[in-house]
């Protein structure tokens, strides 16, 4: 009888269990959400390769003496134009929004213009054009974001042509020339769209004096003029746009975005 009474308890027990062990087994674990997809927010650089074009205008001024002719005389004239071309440059950002690249400049120009002075009772006008300027610069710039502040620096050259006409002598002499010089600038860019840029830029440009062996006819003998010196500066503005190679590869991620 007491057998049957354990048996019959221990029966009831394992009833009223397994209700909550049956619970047990159907509750769903807690839910855990998904950790966050991390989207990488990259910041941008100027480190890169670059082409583009330009346009502008310039503002040369010239002084001109006659040392070996007329020693103690001399005059000052100014030209003024248009001009366009193209740049090819590579920059490298670093420290971490300092830029520093090389740029290679050259502008087709129309920068003239002429002048009537006299000397000794005696009436001339003269001519000069620069038809090129071209320069290599060092650039050194401070970023933030896709803006640009920078100045340049380096060697400069120009293509220039000059002429003059003394009617009183019927005398007409002309010369041509290359000149090197150096150049200092700067100005800002702005990276407006994917791989495009845009700049505005102010160049000085200094070339010096030189001697200028001028040829020509008077009274309709040709003759050699020599020791003309002429010391010539330009001033030029130019808007620039750039489009840049391999844009993306400048980027690095540093922020996590949800």
């Avoid at 007491?2 to 674990?29: F, M």
């Avoid at 001024?61 to 030209?79: C, L, M, N, Q, W």
């Avoid at 002048?115 to 290599?136: E, N, P, Q, Y």
């Avoid at 407006?192 to 008077?218: M, P, Q």
Wanted: with cysteine; hydrophobic share 40%; glycine share 16%.
């Amino acid at each position: 009888m007491k057998k049957i009474l354990l048996a019959g308890v221990a029966g009831v027990a394992l009833l009223a269990g397994a209700p909550a062990h049956a619970a047990d087994l159907g509750r769903p674990p807690p839910y855990r959400p998904p950790p966050p997809v991390v989207v990488p927010v990259p910041i941008f650089s100027w480190t890169g390769c670059y082409i583009g074009g330009h346009i502008g205008g310039g503002l040369a001024s010239k002084t001109v003496s006659a040392s070996e002719i007329a020693p103690g005389i001399s005059f000052t004239g100014h030209t003024i134009g248009f001009l366009g071309g193209g740049q090819v440059g590579c920059n490298y950002q670093f420290a971490p929004n300092w830029v520093i690249g090389i740029e290679g400049d050259g502008s087709a120009a129309n920068i003239k213009g002429e002048a009537t002075t006299t000397v000794l009772d005696i009436t001339g006008t003269a001519r000069a054009k620069t038809d090129w300027l071209a320069s290599i610069t060092g650039r050194l710039g401070w970023a933030a974001g896709p803006w640009l502040i920078y100045a340049k620096g380096g060697a400069a050259w120009a293509g220039d042509k000059y002429s003059a006409d003394i009617p009183v002598f019927d005398e007409h002499i002309q010369a041509s020339e290359t000149r090197t010089g150096w150049t200092v600038g700067g100005g800002i860019e702005w990276a407006f769209w994917n791989n495009w840029s845009a700049k505005l830029e102010y160049d000085f440009y200094d070339f010096g004096t030189r001697s200028v062996a001028f040829t020509g006819t008077i009274g309709g003998v040709p003759e050699v003029v020599p020791g003309i010196d002429i010391k010539q500066t330009v001033n030029a503005v130019k808007f620039g746009i750039n489009y840049r190679f391999d844009w993306g590869k400048g980027k690095a991620p540093v922020v996590a975005r949800y």
